[in-house]
């Protein structure tokens, strides 16, 4: 039976050791055996789960989800799976709408010497690109408005926004 130090699974996977050190502290790789000297002893099984371990690391898995995946026998569970799925998805969203925003404001700022003003709108689609939703977004404003009131006003005047509506986002 083919055995394996620390080093040199960690080696093998492109890990430090203190990871590996460290998933046996969490008990997500816990070596199969010591030897003589106490040293940590893995054996082919023990790296095949490192090897999961690792393609769930790539996929973005938090631990505790691939502790959760590895203590069931057989097939990861699905629900874990598609959950990490519609987070990437998401992000994916995101990002598309980071990369939308970006483009307009080069093609903005190529059209005049001046770089683009951000407004209202601009701003918003940022927030929301950033995952924000409006009840983030009237968080955020409440707490710009308790630090820094005088600020919070100048920033909503120079997005354009009416007295009106910046006494209506500064009352919240």
Known sequence: MKRYSISILARQFGLSRSALLYYDRIGLLKPSGRTATDYRVYTERDRRRLERICAFRA????????????????????????????????EITALRQKQRLLSEMVRRSA????????????????????????????????????QAPVAHEEFLVSLGIGAEERARIRAG
């Open 59 to 90: 996929a973005g898995l938090a631990l505790e989800d691939m502790a959760s995946i590895l203590a069931v026998k057989g097939k990861p569970s699905v629900r874990v799976l598609e959950r990490r799925l519609g987070e990437i998805g998401r």
């Open 111 to 146: 059209a005049g010497s001046r770089p683009p003003m951000v407004d209202k709108a601009m701003w918003v689609g940022l927030l929301r690109a950033g995952g924000m939703d409006e009840a983030a977004m009237l968080r955020w404003h409440a707490a710009f408005e308790r």
